[in-house]
């Protein structure tokens, strides 16, 4: 069974940094693409960052420049080092992971973590 455990979410002051860590059961070289998503209170849930199996990395345009996302292969897990944070990223943070199997694209998602950026 895949599953995708995230951590590292808290309440921090904006202008404040935090990495958000996410655990998967299975070698993450095997997901075609991971990323992370958030979705705040009475908003849709929306792509933050993603990195392909070959380590191309996607940030939509409010997290360019001030996050950060990566890999370790070798451990399985997946990060997004997020600095400069303002108020309006806080949300829930989910991992996600996309692979092709058998009976197709299957995503993954794991039960999301709580980033609060508030003074």
């Known amino acids: 069974q895949v599953q995708l455990v995230e951590s590292g979410g808290d309440l921090v002051q904006p202008g404040g940094s935090l990495e958000l860590s996410c655990a998967a059961s299975l070698n993450v070289l095997s997901f075609n693409i991971m990323g992370w998503y958030r979705q705040a209170p009475g908003k849709q849930r929306e792509l933050v960052a993603s990195?392909?199996?070959?380590?191309?990395?996607y940030y939509s345009d409010a997290a360019k420049g001030r996050f950060t996302i990566s890999r370790d292969n070798a451990k399985n897990m997946l990060y997004l080092q997020m600095n400069s944070l303002k108020p309006e990223d806080t949300a829930a943070y989910y991992c996600?992971?996309?692979?092709?199997?058998?009976?197709?694209?299957?995503?993954?998602w794991g039960q999301g973590t709580q980033v609060t950026v508030s003074s």
């Open positions: 996600h992971g996309n692979r092709i199997e058998a009976v197709g694209d299957t995503a993954y």
């Open positions: 990195i392909t199996r070959y380590g191309t990395p």
